[in-house]
């Protein structure tokens, strides 16, 4: 009796999005250009590789504004901070960059719009997630955090024709509709966002797991716990047809227990994880007979995001400066 064919499919896209990649570069670049240590406040994105990476470079991760030292350079991580953070960093002069993604500084403005014109915010998103905490920063007496379909009954709004909802850009899209159905059987008159706010990378991430799970008997996530994209990846997973699904961060962590009975094992990662996390995942599997690789492409990225902009600007004066240097050495 012939062994059964064992396989895994790939799902592309996968790994780093282009605001993950941005704020990673943009930290790399400061060590680069000040020296160490760069300061970061709380982890420039949710991967526990990457922030031990950096860590070895020199970056120092902390919690709050106020364990920076004064004068020194703060990164701000790709998930946003609230108004006040920009406000605490400049009373203890701080040299301040804004990894913010351009997509989540996107809501950060549109929440500012919507409650201008004095309206009712109803964030979609995890309470406590770094995300939603700078986004409510905006318009605090405006908005109110609505976490998740089952957290719809305890909205209350100030005039049901005057509401809008925003939401975290990583949440499951899914889930996010089926929040978004509920309000607006409370408030028929809901209006929504000027354009998507879950972003590119977690639709495309999500419908690539969609269109694998079907076809795999276990799922494996590259991710960590606290990546919200991550975590959402498994549990889309399992609810479009794998058998069985996993976060991990490291190859090592699989249990070999996962594969009992299992022929196809599907394989993506979330938005910050690095790719070559991955590829210890494809050797480790190989090594245990899933040797063939098929990758599922159901998207095509190309967006790029420049660095920020004061990164930006030191950057160019560094090379100007070189540049006269080089100029006066030759004359």
């Not at 004068?71 to 990894?99: M, N, Q």
């Not at 996010?176 to 998507?196: G, H, I, K, N």
């Not at 660095?307 to 070189?322: F, G, I, W, Y």
């Amino acid at each position: 009796m012939t062994e059964p064919r064992k396989r895994v499919l790939l799902a592309a896209p996968r790994g780093y999005c282009a605001g993950v990649d941005r704020a990673v570069v943009a930290v790399e670049k400061a060590l680069d250009l000040y020296g160490a240590p760069v300061y970061v406040r709380k982890q420039i994105v949710h991967n526990k590789h990457v922030v031990m990476t950096l860590e070895k470079r020199g970056a120092i991760f902390v919690d709050e504004t106020d364990e920076v030292p004064e004068g020194a350079t703060v990164v701000f991580s790709a998930h946003g901070v609230a108004p006040s953070v920009h406000e605490e960093a400049a009373r203890l002069s701080l040299k301040t960059i804004d990894a913010t993604c351009p997509l989540v500084t996107k809501v950060h403005h549109e929440a500012v719009r919507f409650a201008a014109d004095d309206f009712d915010i109803l964030l979609i998103g995890h309470e406590g997630h770094e995300e939603v905490v700078g986004t409510a920063g905006e318009a605090p007496a405006h908005i109110q955090l609505v976490d998740g379909p089952d957290d719809v009954p305890n909205v209350n709004v100030r005039d049901p024709e005057r509401v809008v909802w925003l939401s975290q850009t990583t949440l499951s899209v899914d889930e996010t509709m089926e929040t978004v159905r509920r309000l607006r059987e409370r408030f028929p008159a809901l209006q929504d966002p000027p354009s998507d706010d879950i972003c590119y990378a977690t639709q495309n991430r999500q419908v690539a797991v969609k269109q694998i799970a079907p076809q795999v008997d276990l799922m494996i996530v590259v991710g960590s716990t606290n990546s919200s994209n991550s975590v959402r990846l498994v549990e889309v997973a399992i609810e479009h047809g794998s058998k069985d699904g996993h976060l991990v961060d490291y190859a090592d962590e699989i249990d070999e227990a996962w594969l009992d009975g299992v022929t196809s094992v599907g394989l993506t990662s979330g938005a910050s994880v690095p790719e070559v996390l991955v590829r210890d995942v494809l050797l480790w599997l190989a090594e245990r007979g899933y040797g063939e690789v098929d990758e599922v492409v159901s998207a095509q990225e190309s967006l790029l995001f420049s660095l920020p902009r004061e990164l930006r600007r030191d950057l160019k004066a560094a090379e100007a400066a070189k540049a006269a240097k080089g100029a006066d050495a030759l004359t």
